[in-house]
């Protein structure tokens, strides 16, 4: 089970920073994700983080503004974003999956949690 916390209503430039627990199962074994999904656009993978921590993965669009970590002993994980603009409104939920050959193939999460909201205006 994941249970994502930390969304909100910001301005634009603010930080917020989101934090998703985990609950059962083997979390150091799982990819995590955070997935976003705006209305009226396709969901996007945002970022990503390896089973270890070592290797992580930002879109484009957040690169250099969002940063994820994870703590395997604490069973979480967070995304700390910066320089919030409009278009990162949106519902952000947290993914896990053990076996993730592609972070936008969406299937290849095994568990999803309820989604956060964030809101950024203008």
């Known amino acids: 089970q994941l249970v994502e916390s930390g969304g909100g209503l910001v301005q634009a430039g603010d930080s917020l920073r989101l934090s998703c627990e985990a609950s059962?199962?083997?979390?150091?074994?799982?990819?995590m994700a955070w997935i976003r999904q705006a209305p009226g656009k396709e969901r996007e993978c945002v970022a990503a983080?390896?089973?270890?921590?070592?290797?992580?993965y930002y879109a484009d669009s957040v690169k250099g503004r969002f940063t994820m970590s994870r703590d395997n002993a604490k069973k979480t994980v967070s995304l700390q974003m910066n320089s919030l603009k409009p278009e990162d409104t949106a519902v952000y939920y947290c993914?896990?999956?053990?076996?993730?050959?592609?972070?936008?193939?969406?299937?290849?999460?095994?568990?999803w949690g309820q989604g956060t909201q964030v809101t950024v205006s203008s």
């Open positions: 983080i390896s089973w270890s921590g070592a290797s992580a």
């Open positions: 993914a896990a999956g053990v076996i993730v050959r592609s972070y936008s193939n969406f299937g290849e999460y095994d568990y």
């Open positions: 059962g199962g083997p979390f150091s074994r799982y990819t």
